[in-house]
């Protein structure tokens, strides 16, 4: 009896190890079919001034202080999971072909195999937050300043790579969020509140009614 009770004892304690433990990911497919390659340790630095857990966008940096591995990360890897925490790879990413530059952002898993991710405005609607700006007014610095950390917007990702290593990501626009709250009224309502349709899109906006709504999975 004390060594089924202390078996299991030790394999809680392992099971609990190998959960926390750092691992990436090359793909969306990988990620799906949960196959992971497993890291000893993760360095995360971010550069946003933002101290809010999700606003802040494609700004963190992960490096393990591996040369070659680091150069995986940086290049190849999809996604990174830092113990319940995961990151996606933001090289790889296209909007409307538009590109975003290097770094990971924190993702939350949504439906059964899709990823909402935070990044900068991209795109058409970069371009019409941009005139938006000025034609109240404002000055092109203010906007350039503003933007990493106020303009950020949210993003579905919801299936691979295109022969190019491309992945096409999806904003969530009022087309996809009015889809998503169809049967929900309230959320619904909640959304439609803002009046603003720049600001409507904005995560700050998304996130928490997509949180109230439990569209989260953990």
Request: charged share 25%; net charge positive; with cysteine.
């Amino acid at each position: 009896m004390k060594k089924n009770v202390l078996f299991i004892f030790l394999f809680s304690i392992v099971a609990i190890l190998a959960n926390a433990q750092c691992r990436y990911c090359n793909s969306y497919e990988d990620y799906v079919e949960g196959r992971w390659q497993l890291l000893d340790t993760i360095y995360c630095k971010s550069h946003s001034r933002s101290h809010q857990v999700w606003v802040g966008g494609s700004d963190y940096t992960l490096t393990t202080g591996d040369k070659a591995t680091d150069k995986i990360l940086k290049n190849d890897a999809f996604a990174v999971m830092q113990g319940d925490t995961l990151y996606v790879n933001f090289r790889n990413l296209r909007y409307e072909k538009a590109r975003f530059g290097n770094g990971y952002a924190k993702a939350r898993r949504i439906g059964r195999d899709s990823l909402v991710v935070v990044g900068r405005i991209n795109g058409s609607e970069a371009e019409e937050m941009g005139n938006l700006g000025y034609a109240f007014g404002i000055t092109g610095a203010y906007i350039s300043s503003k933007k990493q950390v106020q303009q950020q917007v949210c993003y579905l990702i919801s299936h691979g790579a295109d022969n190019k290593g491309h992945i096409a990501i999806r904003l969530m626009d009022n087309s996809l969020m009015d889809k998503m709250f169809a049967n929900r009224k309230d959320l619904y309502d909640e959304y439609h509140a803002e009046k603003n349709i720049s600001k409507r899109l904005l995560a700050t906006h998304v996130l928490p009614i997509l949180e109230k709504g439990g569209f989260f999975i953990r």
